[in-house]
């Protein structure tokens, strides 16, 4: 149940199979699981234009390789690349924290990691980044979601619940909203409530086709 709820949340992040190796990044970056900050602390070498288009051609090209990976379901997600465009996204948002795609690149490392890497503790926290640091994003409600999910995924209800809530509570007519509530609900029932609400759910629908 967990693990379509998650495919539901983020897409089909989690299927990424295994692709051609790429070269690591060759400059120090933020730590793993750094905030972002208003201001980037980079040095000037890597804010300036052409490290700018160096960093988008770099995600541009690693993502690519993820979308072509995907076509090859069978085989298993290919950690070091995930591993590398995670860092590129790092990268991005430390040093461009005011560009209008740094909290993609914080939704994209959170999707990465509880998607493809199982790391669903690192992926709240950069979800929880993303909306924090970024109230104008567009897709706060889907960063709500998914943290969300893997709050789940960590069996953790309480923080689950909390998603939930402020998903509804701050964009009520947004249609994730809907399905918060369903969410929610299913967080708040006992295994034996799950067991008893999916296992009368087929007969009820075949009622209903009658």
Do not use: W
């Amino acid at each position: 149940m967990r693990s379509f709820l998650f495919l539901l949340a983020v897409g089909a992040v989690a299927l990424l199979p295994a692709c051609s190796n790429d070269k690591p990044a060759e400059k120090a970056g933020p730590a793993s699981g750094a905030m972002s900050t208003a201001k980037s602390g980079a040095p000037a070498e890597f804010t300036s234009p052409a490290a700018y288009r160096r960093l988008r051609h770099r995600i541009d090209s690693l993502e690519a390789k993820v979308t072509e990976a995907i076509r090859s379901p069978q085989k298993a997600p290919d950690v070091r690349l995930t591993m590398y465009l995670i860092q590129a996204h790092q990268y991005f948002a430390h040093d461009f924290p005011k560009d209008s795609r740094a909290p993609e690149s914080l939704d994209r490392a959170g999707q990465l990691y509880g998607g493809v890497l199982g790391d669903n503790e690192r992926a709240v926290e950069y979800y929880e980044q993303a909306y924090r640091l970024y109230p104008q994003y567009k897709n706060r409600p889907q960063v709500l979601l998914q943290q969300g999910v893997a709050y789940e995924a960590m069996q953790d209800t309480a923080g689950a619940s909390l998603a939930y809530r402020r998903l509804i509570l701050t964009y009520p007519d947004n249609p994730l909203a809907e399905q918060a509530k369903g969410l929610l609900r299913l967080v708040r029932m006992s295994k034996a409530e799950r067991d008893q609400f999916f296992g009368q759910r087929p007969a009820a629908d075949a009622a209903a086709r009658k």
